[in-house]
């Protein structure tokens, strides 16, 4: 069964890092496009950045409001993918999930995906 386990959310405070980990397992990360995800309640799924881009040049962080402080990382020996999380702020504050979709050379947006993980909770205090 293909699955992904998501560790490291936690409480943080404000200008603190974290990292969250997603380990796959039943299928390998390179065979797929897995991004990182945020949901804060009462608003929509929001796109972090994904190991795979269509243009081949690799894991990016597409989402405005975290470029430059949040990284993805992807080590396919371990069949593991990373966000590293700096400067973190008050606004950070959600759900995180790690999301793959097979087969696939992007991450698309919306809520129509392939497998999800279990969601991490990310709190930064002010």
């Known amino acids: 069964e293909a699955q992904l386990v998501e560790s490291g959310g936690g409480l943080v405070q404000a200008g603190g890092s974290l990292r969250l980990s997603c380990a796959a397992s039943?299928?390998?990360?390179?065979?797929?496009?897995v991004g990182w995800f945020r949901q804060v309640p009462g608003k929509h799924l929001e796109g972090l950045s994904c190991t795979k881009n269509p243009d081949g040049s690799g894991p990016y962080t597409s989402a405005a409001s975290v470029k430059g402080r949040f990284t993805i990382s992807a080590d396919n020996a371990k069949n593991t993918v990373y966000l590293q999380m700096n400067s973190l702020k008050p606004d950070d504050t959600a759900v995180y999930y790690c999301?793959?979709?097979?087969?696939?050379?992007?991450?698309?947006?919306?809520?129509?995906?392939?497998?999800w993980g279990q969601g991490t909770q990310v709190t930064v205090n002010a």
């Open positions: 039943g299928f390998k990360i390179d065979d797929a496009a």
């Open positions: 999301i793959a979709d097979r087969g696939r050379d992007f991450c698309p947006l919306g809520y129509q995906h392939d497998i």
